[in-house]
Nanobody
Framework: VQLQASGGGLVQTGGSLTLSCVIS????????MAWFRQGPGKEREFVAT????????NYAEAVKGRFTISRDNNKNTVFLRMNNLAPEDSADYYC?????????????????WGQGTLVTVSS
């Protein structure tokens, strides 16, 4: 199982970005998916998660109302739309997959991880 994240970049405060993560080597619709992030000098933290069919989503308080997680099971892809970005959102963003299909807000629930995609928000 491989996850490939993309879409990071440099954006100004208040701007938007959409991250994508494509999974291969697995039946995507069986997997709960999530995004985590790790800023400079910080621990990895939960951002958002989505259930196998997309009927359930959960967000960290810091991103509620600004970020939206979604998935396209036909394209084996999970997305993270990020609006109204702030400097404190700057981090490496990681997608993660759980073969048990859970949508839990903790890193230990996810067996597979993509490489990080860097988001930098300038003030």
């Amino acid at each position: 199982v491989q996850l490939q994240a993309s879409g990071g970049g440099l954006v100004q405060t208040g701007g938007s970005l959409t991250l994508s993560c494509v999974i291969s080597g697995a039946t995507f619709s069986d997997y709960g998916m999530a995004w985590f992030r790790q800023g400079p000098g910080k621990e990895r933290e939960f951002v958002a998660t989505i259930s196998r069919r997309g009927s359930f989503t959960n967000y960290a308080e810091a991103v509620k109302g600004r970020f939206t997680i979604s998935r396209d099971n036909n394209k084996n892809t999970v997305f993270l739309r990020m609006n109204n970005l702030a400097p404190e959102d700057s981090a490496d963003y990681y997608c993660a997959a759980d073969s048990r299909g859970s949508a839990l807000p903790r890193a230990s629930a996810y067996e597979y991880w993509g490489q990080g995609t860097l988001v930098t928000v300038s003030s």
